[in-house]
């Protein structure tokens, strides 16, 4: 039964009650009129308390709806397209495929180049295609630091670090050459594993105690001149390639100027 027809058989509920009332009235034998007057006031009570039950209902109906409209207006505005509660269940094949720009900053990065070796061959095989990794830098302050917190020793992070490197320049010698790929290492450290395609963007946070966990993922839209989480992290990524030092670029090595 729909609201609007709850709303006319309570309404004729208390219409009812009200024309037993008077008849009550007219009756001259005490036990009916007392019998009338209970039916009476059954309906009436029941009419009464059903609408009431009825308008709080539809109030809290409108204030839940009203909050679900927020909590998706916020999504929307966001950017947000995606959540998954482990990054593992997310892959980046589609992403490696379809985008012509593909940025990834990351701690070390080899295992994520293991992963998905052949498919940023096949990348760098597509003509037109820009690749860059962005590592810590082996030689940087933040070594000490990461290795301690992802329980390494310093020289075993820095040999992750080469490993990766030496992945990435392996593959692509193996490829036809035909995108470009460069490796950047970076002036400060990443906050979280940031991945940027054409029009999206992938985060991977980290967490902040020591050792390694299960981490969510989380995709972003990005639409130049939006105001969302995307364009926020698409203008960081301009500020972080303006101030790191590129180290490799398309099969040439670049000389790294100590500061």
Not at 127 to 138: I, N, W
Not at 177 to 195: E, V, W
Request: charged share 25%; aromatic share 12%.
């Amino acid at each position: 039964m729909n609201g609007k027809n709850k709303y006319i058989i309570w309404t004729i509920f208390i219409f009812a009650a009200l024309v037993l009332f008077l008849l009550a009235g007219l009756i001259n034998n005490a036990l009916w009129k007392d019998v009338v007057k209970s039916v009476a006031a059954a309906l009436l009570i029941s009419g009464t308390f059903s609408v009431l039950h009825s308008v709080i209902e539809k109030r809290e109906e409108e204030s839940y709806f009203a909050n679900l409209f927020a909590i998706s207006t916020s999504i929307k505005e966001s950017g947000l397209l995606d959540i998954k509660t482990d990054s593992k269940e997310y892959s980046f094949k589609p992403v490696l495929k379809k985008s012509k720009k593909f940025a990834a900053i990351m701690n070390d990065g080899r295992t994520w180049v293991n992963q998905y070796y052949t498919d940023l061959i096949e990348r760098v095989n597509t003509a037109g295609t820009e690749t860059e990794f962005f590592l810590v830098d082996p030689e940087g302050l933040f070594v000490p630091a990461l290795a301690k917190k992802t329980d390494y020793k310093e020289d075993k992070l820095k040999e992750k670090i080469g490993e990766c490197v030496e992945l990435l320049k392996k593959l692509y010698e193996e490829s036809d050459k035909k995108g470009s790929l460069a490796i950047t290492y970076l002036k400060n450290y990443p906050t979280q594993s940031l991945y940027y395609a054409d029009d999206e963007v992938i985060v991977t946070p980290y967490q902040v105690a020591c050792g390694r966990n299960k981490v969510p993922v989380y995709v972003y839209s990005y639409k130049s001149g939006h105001e969302s989480i995307g364009n926020f992290l698409v203008k960081d990524l301009r500020n972080v390639r303006a101030e790191s030092r590129m180290v490799w670029n398309n099969g040439q090595e670049l000389r790294i100027e100590k500061e």
